[in-house]
Each structure stands twice: as C-alpha cells, then as structure tokens.
C-alpha cells in the first residue's frame, strides 16, 4: 500500500518538476523577497519586521493559490485524458491514488514553504533581525494552512470542473481565514442568522488558526515580532489541520470511488 | 470456474445523459466466457459497447446489474488486477515521462522491486521496439510508438490475462505484424489474450475464439471457422464459352450476380441453393469447358456485417463509447 501510494506521489512530484512549476516558485520567492527588500529600504525602522511580514504573507498567500491551482486540476486532469484509465486498472485501490496524489501535491508545496522560508530566514539574518522561535512557529502554522487548502482544492477536484472547485476552495480559504470577523459581525443580527452562521462556520476549516499574528488570542495579543503562541498552540492547531486534511481526503476518496470512468 | 479467465453475466450498463437525464443503454445484457490460453477477439462496430465492457471489467465502469469475474475473483478484484495486463484504447500516457519511467511506475504499481522492475523494462522496451526512443519524453511519442509504450507497461507484471483495447489501432501494417506476433507469443507462453478490434483480418488470422457485439448486446460467439463456416453465400463459377451463350446461361436460376466476362471466360456467382450440376449441364450443352467451381463461403466481414447491421425490432440503437 505504501509503495503504490508513494508511487503516485513521486510521480506526482515530477510531473510539477517537469511542467515546471518549481520554477514558478522560485520566481514568487525572488519577487516577494525584492518586495521586502524595497519595502524594507523604505521603513524607518526594523527592516526585519517588513521580511517576516513579507515573508509569511508570501507563505500563506502564494502557497495557498499554488495549492487550489495545483489542486483542483489534480483529479480532473487525470480523468479528463483518461491517463487514470491506465493507472486504476492496476492493483491499486482508488483511495490510494486520491492520497498519493494529494502527497504528491503537499511535496511541491512544502518545497514551496521551504524555499519561502529559507529565503525569509536568509533575509533576516542579512538584516541582522534573526531567526526566532515565533518565526519557525509561524512558518510551520502556514505550512499546515497551505497542505488544508490543498486538501479542500482536491476535494472539490474530485466531482468538479476546475473553474468550479477553484471558485470553491478560493471561496472556503477567505472565509476561513476570517470566521471570527464574520462571527463577531453576526452576533448583532437575530439569533436565527447568528445560529445558521454559526453551523455554517462550523463546516469551514478555521482557517486564521493558522495566521494569528497580529490577532488577539484569549484576551492576549500575538505577533510574531514579539509574544508569539506557544509550542502547544501550534502542536493542536497542527492537529486540526490533519483531521481536516483526513476528513476532507476521505471525502474526496468515497466520491472518486463512485465515479465512472468513461 | 477455473479453468476459465473471464466469465461475464448479463453485463448491463445505462449512463444518464448530464442535464436531460436521457437513458442510454451501452450494454444491455452482455454474456460470455473466455478459456485460459486462448486468444480472443471482442469485435463490434463503433459504438457496440466494446470499450464499456472493458473498462467494467478493468474497474473503470460499475456496472448497472450483471456480474463478471477475472481469473475468478469478482469485479471489481484488486487481486485479479495484479495478474492482469491491460492496455487502454488510444492510450495517453503522463507524457512528460519517457518509456522507462512509464515503465518503472506501472512496476511500483504492481509492487515489483527495484530489480525486477530494470531488468522487465530494459528487454521490454527492446521487445515493443523502443529501444531507440529511451531518453525521449512520451510527448515526443507518434501514435504507434505510444501503442507500443502501452503494451510494454501491460506486460510489466508478466500477467496471466492480458486485456487489449484496440491494440493495432494507429500502427502500420508492420506494426499490426509484430503486435499479432507478440499476441501468439503470449498465448505460446500460457497466457489467455483477450483484445477488441474492428480489423477482421486480425481476427480471422490469430484468434481462437471471436465474439461480435452490436449495440450492446452479444450477437455471435464462437470460433471463427464456425461463425463462418455455416453459410454458403453462393457458388463461383467460372467457364470458356462463347459470349453467345452469355445470356441463356445468366437468365437461370433467379438470383444469379457479379456476372463478368474476361476475354473467352464467363463468371458468376449462383445462388447457395443452385442444382449446379444441372447448371453446369446447360454450359456444356452451350460448348462451355469448366474452369472453376468454388463455394463461396461467408467471411468473418461477412458476418460482421450481417450480425451488426439490422437491429432487431424495437431496439433503438445504443450508444456506447
């Protein structure tokens, strides 16, 4: 199982090698480190700030549109040029071919954080700033965002168009960047809106878990230029993330297993 | 059974149209069974439900009711699909792959180790032909090649059943050779082939069984001697008479066709149920010497023809892909 699994992943690897989109990746770290560096040149003070903001935003924003890109054409694409007619038809079973691919996919990703997050770090010790713990921290809370939204692209990429799942995963990642905001927002309303908004939130990966600098966190504001959540913070946020990357992968698996391959 | 690689009952499948939810019956109610060690050919029009039936039995298509088992084991069998081989039709690759690495992925797929799967690839690619094309990517690939690539990562596992959608489809007629050639060569060492096609002259020349669907049901099957031997379409003639005679030996019996005359012969096909002694009595009696009296049997075209062309009444025709 893991062999046929890991198969498909490397595969899924080298195709994102070949079609060269590790190459597009490092052209958005170059640009967002310029970014930075201009950025930088222009702020009075702590350069530094402007690299780790720069730097985690790039993380968060450029990782997550490559995943719903890079996601929901996954599935489809394979079924599309029936390429999957050649694969299924081997002793594997369909579930595994969702979870390789989705493995696939979360390696150029965290190539993506990787490259991203040595060039911050990179930045940050040339402008003398550091690396701190409530980097590192931060770093590992985007990645498990950017693997989530992955997991949501290839969801809805295994029973929709790309144009489709794109609108959807792109529509889950803002409001689930920013459920407290419209929670908050409908408080005021009537308690039969602040319920159905409640359920609906509920069905939404919480996303802004993963994006707290700079939010307000059990009465204590957090950045990660200074007081940062702690390591249990990230270690049970982490954990969210992988039941909604298991809940939304089994999703995927059950409605690929029933479809057709015509 | 055991001794039997496929066996197929009552195979329907009905696909509903995207937005007008209109039925469409692709397979209704296919039965039929292939022995071990046999070569045999599934052959049908466009559209008769050949590649329905074959992506049911490979796990691609669920089927609306009906059963099939592979090597015993009942469809949808991760198990049977580690003895199985098969090629898709028009088979598209990961075309940023070269036939090695298409090779080596179908291999970790059938959970073959590193060893194995070098040492299959290398004397596959140099059985399919490929030798040459190595370090090319498969988007470099013309049709034929990729047929090949397609039977080389069919064979990876060195299966007991191999299944072929249209394999000579896109190659040339050397290419149909070498493929009908490594056909008999896996039914030589112990495997059971079964492959669809529309070329007849591929059936007629190496299968041991044949079964014709149309429209989604199963209209002949056996052997292909004795799904042609059975009819007699007419009886060839030909004989050295003088042109006069023409027309007094053509006005009898009713039926008489492709009349011709080549210099001083006369030739024509009789109907099946001619008394031709009594025929051949009456050119003598114009002066005619005989030349040749040949029945004419029906041919696999023939039948397919026949068997493919008029659909029974009240079935409308099915699509199928």
Redesign the interface.
């Known amino acids: 199982m893991i ?2 699994i ?2 498909i992943a490397l ?1 899924t690897f ?2 994102a090698a ?2 060269r989109v590790l190459y597009g990746i490092l052209v958005l770290v170059v640009g967002a480190n310029l970014l930075a560096l201009v950025l930088g040149e222009m702020a009075v003070h702590d350069e530094s700030r402007v690299a780790r903001d720069i730097g985690l935003a790039g993380i968060s924003l450029f990782g997550s549109l490559t995943a719903i890109f890079l996601g929901v054409f996954l599935l489809y694409t394979e079924v599309q ?13 369909r579930w595994e071919f969702v979870v390789g691919k989705y493995l696939g996919m979360a390696l150029v990703l965290s190539v993506l954080v990787v490259v991203f997050g040595l060039a911050m770090g990179g930045m940050l010790l040339w402008q003398g700033g550091g690396v701190t713990a409530a980097v590192g921290k931060a770093l590992i809370l985007s990645w498990f965002e950017v693997l989530v939204v992955a997991a949501l692209a290839i969801f809805f990429s295994s029973f929709s168009t790309p144009f489709l799942s794109g609108i959807f995963a792109l529509a889950l990642w803002v409001i689930g960047r920013v459920t407290p905001d419209i929670e908050r927002a409908t408080q005021a309303a009537s308690p039969a809106i602040s319920a159905v908004t409640k359920v609906v939130l509920r069905i939404v990966p919480d996303l802004h878990l993963f994006s707290v600098s700079g939010r307000s966190l059990d009465g204590n504001a957090v950045s990660v230029h200074g007081d940062f959540v702690p390591w249990s913070y990230v270690g049970l946020a982490s954990l969210h993330g992988i039941g909604w990357i298991v809940w939304l992968l089994a999703f995927a698996a059950v409605l690929f297993h ?1 479809r ?3 | 059974m055991a001794d039997l690689a496929i066996e197929v009952a009552e195979l329907k499948k009905t ?1 509903r149209t995207p937005f007008r939810r209109k039925k469409v019956e692709a397979l209704r109610g296919v039965s039929f069974s292939v022995a071990k060690n046999q070569i045999f050919g599934f052959v049908g029009p466009n559209g008769a439900g050949k590649t ?1 039936t074959i ?1 049911t039995l ?5 089927p609306t009711s009906g059963t099939a088992k592979l090597l015993g084991h009942a469809i949808p069998s ?2 049977a ?2 003895r ?1 081989g ?1 090629l ?1 039709e028009a ?4 075309d ?2 070269t036939v090695g ?1 298409l090779l080596d ?2 291999g ?4 073959l180790d590193a060893t194995t799967r070098k040492q299959r690839a290398d004397r596959l690619i140099e059985r399919v032909g490929l030798d040459r094309a190595r370090a090319q ?1 498969l988007k470099k690939f013309s049709k034929g090649m990729l047929q090949r690539a ?1 039977l080389a ?1 069919a064979l990876m596992n060195d299966p007991d059943l191999v299944v072929l959608d249209e394999p000579m489809s896109g190659l040339d007629p050397s290419g149909r050779k070498e493929v009908r050639d490594l056909i008999l060569e896996l039914r030589d060492q112990g495997k059971t082939v079964f492959f669809s096609t529309h070329i007849l002259s591929d059936v007629e020349a190496i299968t041991d069984r044949v079964a014709i669907v149309a429209r989604g049901v199963l209209v002949g099957e056996g052997t292909p001697a004795e799904l042609v031997n059975r009819h007699i379409l007419g009886i060839d003639v030909v004989v050295r008479v003088p042109r006069e005679a023409d027309a007094e030996l053509t006005a009898a019996p009713a039926g008489i066709t492709r009349i011709r005359r080549l210099g001083d012969e006369l030739g024509c096909t009789l109907p099946a149920d001619t008394d031709v002694e009594a025929w051949l009595a009456r050119a003598h009696d114009q002066g005619a010497k005989v030349v040749q009296v040949v029945p004419r049997h029906e041919t696999l075209e023939d039948l397919f023809l026949r068997r493919t062309s008029d659909p029974a009444p009240g079935e409308p025709p099915a699509v199928a ?1």
């Not at chain 1, 040029?81 to 038809?89: D, E, G, K, L, Q």
């Open positions: 062999g046929r890991w198969a595969n080298r195709e070949r079609i040029r029936r390429t999957i007619h050649a694969i299924v038809s081997k002793p594997i079973e029933r057709d391959f015509v | 696909y329905t992506r490979m796990g691609l298509i669920r991760r198990l699909r580690t199985i098969f898709p088979p598209y690759f990961y940023y792959l690495e992925l179908a970790r797929l059938f959970g990517s397609g990562q892909s």
